[in-house]
């Protein structure tokens, strides 16, 4: 490959540029003694919602990118689409029973966009070890209403998945069918900020872990919204955790202005619900037509 | 017009540094310092020298302070006696009252005075919690999800409704109420301070928690301004940036120890018990959620910025006790 060069400004970035950890160095070893050393001492910056640059582009989407690249063949429509620069809430379908189209969105993001994702997660997420730090350290935080104030004011791009836990726990059967968006919270925070909603369509993560049941008493019992059960788990046991390899598509919808609003709109319901109904509708007709454009969901087999 | 200051707990670091500071002003004519403890002998320990401030030996939980209200005319009062720990003899009992009818004496020696026109109060953002369901950064607005229940930060809220209670019955004299973040610096000595020093270092496994100090310079400075200007209201305090607790432990060339938070508990309550560290439940909450606080308020009111990050503050403090990451060289 040859050598790229960084441009933080943003005006040329070619599409197929190569992520932007990958600078001019004449020395790879030195490069990756010095990162050693950093990490070792503690020399890194972190934002407030203790997002960890560094450690997300050069250690946690390295090990997510192979899924990204190779397993799902994530292919991203409409790019131009993404704004630049500036806050943008990007908001998408949610499925697959474990969330990995939230790690897909990521890596979309950052590799063809460049930028990085802010992701707003259940307050599950939050109170589990290992997973709270994680997300926090690659970027995501809290849904609530002022983290994404904040972080819409401070220009990131913003985001959310409005079904939440009903999205991504559906039934197999209920694939590519939309559930009811929350409360519309996020249009709110989108009309407060000024800024412009994203639709996103996301198709191929209902295919990797068919929830054919649900396993409610043990649920109850671990305190989790569900514990699924798939053709293959807990039949095969940690085999059974492996996605299935589906053909995925990621498609960003035209933007949905929400500056012709006064601020004061957020708090009223009426706007508020007639946003949220309309980029519900936007994105289940993008899914319908990008699930038709992607054709079989295991090609060549099916 | 004359000025006399009262400062509550000049038998600790910031306390001291506050009323030497006040006294070396020229505005001001007389500081008296008020502590249950007389100040630590200058040469022997470390004590900071209170320049000409008086001292008088009153315990707070006594009506005795209202005396020395009413017998100096005093107009501010800085009151920084909260006591964050439980002390080796007293225990958590004697640090509550100490707290809180500590304070409530005061300000009701306050209420009563005709001279007092400013109150400051000296408080910790540990009033807003740690939990998975609150937002990342606190603003002084917020109303946490699950408040403290428990020792210091609990005493702080109680302390806090009454100081509020206090600017209702007296509109006309200004309070302001600080909720600093844990201090840090050379001086500084308190459970975290003395958590950093040790060698390895228990942390929760699974949770990487965001920590945020302010340096004893800035907190002297902020608690100087708030003393000597009217500036009304509650007001976070607290470096720029967050460091996660991992980095601090790498930034100190130390070694952690990640436990299962059960572990961690019982080890924090042996650790208690046996008098080596000041451990309540908090602390484990905020070393699994860690917190951060919005500093924006302060910062318009006072036109001023904290000299040092949350980063630059904990720099400092590891310069003064000698210790460098692991790769790194002593400077």
Redesign the interface.
């Known amino acids: 490959m040859s050598v790229s060069h960084e441009d933080d400004d943003g005006r040329v970035i070619p599409i197929t540029a190569a992520p932007s950890y990958e600078q001019a160095d004449p020395d790879p070893l030195a490069e990756l003694l010095a990162f050693l050393r950093r990490r070792l001492d503690g020399d890194y910056e972190v934002d407030e919602f203790g997002y960890d640059p560094e450690l997300t582009d050069k250690i946690f989407l390295e090990l997510v990118r192979p899924l990204y690249n190779h397993w799902f063949r994530v292919e991203t429509v409409e790019l131009h689409n993404v704004p630049e620069e500036g806050g943008a809430l990007v908001v998408a379908n949610h499925s697959g029973t474990l969330p990995l189209d939230a790690l897909m969105l990521q890596v979309a993001m950052h590799d063809d966009v460049h930028r990085p994702l802010r992701l707003l997660g259940a307050d599950l997420v939050y109170q589990l070890p290992l997973l709270s730090h994680l997300a926090r350290k690659t970027g995501h935080t809290l849904a609530c209403r002022e983290d994404a104030d904040r972080l819409l004011r401070k220009g990131e791009l913003v985001g959310v998945f409005p079904e939440g836990f009903k999205g991504v726990g559906k039934p197999f059967s209920e694939r590519y069918k939309l559930q009811r968006f929350g409360r519309g919270g996020f249009v709110a925070s989108a009309i407060r900020a000024g800024v412009p909603i994203l639709p996103t369509a996301i198709v191929g993560a209902e295919e990797i872990f068919p929830k054919i049941g649900d396993v409610k008493s043990l649920a109850r019992l671990l305190g989790l919204p569900y514990v699924p059960i798939t053709p293959f788990f807990p039949l095969l046991g940690p085999l059974g955790l492996v996605p299935l390899p589906s053909k995925w598509m990621i498609e960003f919808g035209e933007p949905i202005r929400t500056d012709h609003y006064e601020p004061e709109a957020a708090d009223d319901p009426m706007v508020v619900f007639n946003v949220t109904d309309h980029v519900r509708e936007v994105i289940q007709q993008m899914l319908n037509e990008l699930r038709l454009r992607r054709g079989h969901a295991f090609p060549p087999f099916l | 017009m004359t000025h006399t200051v009262l400062v509550t707990g000049v038998s600790r670091h910031i306390g001291a540094r506050v009323s030497n500071m006040l006294a070396a002003d020229p505005d001001i004519d007389r500081v008296i310092g008020v502590d249950t403890v007389p100040p630590p002998s200058l040469t022997r320990d470390g004590g900071v020298s209170l320049g000409r401030t008086e001292f008088v030996r009153v315990d707070l939980r006594s009506p005795d302070i209202a005396q020395v209200i009413a017998a100096a005319d005093i107009d501010t009062v800085v009151h920084m006696s909260l006591v964050s720990a439980p002390s080796r003899g007293g225990g958590r009992a004697a640090m509550k009252e100490h707290n809180i009818i500590g304070t409530m004496q005061l300000l009701g020696a306050c209420q009563r005075s005709a001279t007092v026109r400013r109150v400051v109060v000296r408080s910790t953002t540990a009033v807003y919690g740690s939990s998975?369901?609150?937002?990342?950064?606190f603003?002084e607005d917020?109303e946490p999800h699950d408040g403290p229940s428990h020792g210091y930060a609990k005493d702080a809220c109680e302390v806090e409704g009454y100081v509020r209670g206090f600017a209702r019955r007296r509109p006309d004299v200004t309070v302001s109420l600080l909720r600093f973040a844990n201090f840090m610096g050379p001086g500084v000595d308190s459970p975290l301070t003395r958590y950093f020093t040790q060698p390895v270092l228990p942390t929760?496994?699974?949770?990487?928690p965001?920590l945020q100090f302010v340096h004893e310079d800035d907190a002297v400075e902020v608690l100087r301004r708030m003393a000597t200007e009217d500036h009304p209201g509650t007001y976070n305090v607290a470096g720029a940036?967050?460091?996660?607790l991992?980095?601090?432990?790498?930034?100190a060339g130390r070694l952690s120890m990640p436990l299962f938070?059960p572990a961690f508990e019982a080890l924090g309550n042996a650790a208690r018990r046996l008098g080596l560290v000041e451990y309540s439940p908090e602390q484990l909450k905020l070393m699994c959620?860690?917190r951060?606080v919005e500093t924006s308020r302060l910062e318009a009111e006072l036109g001023w910025k904290p000299k040092f990050s949350t980063?630059a503050a904990f720099e400092d403090f590891l310069r003064s006790r000698g210790l460098h990451?692991?790769?790194?060289v002593p400077s």
């Open positions: 998975p369901r609150d937002p990342a950064v603003t917020l929760v496994l699974g949770f990487d965001r940036g967050v460091l996660l991992s980095q601090c432990v790498r930034r938070s959620y860690g951060a980063g990451p692991l790769g790194g």
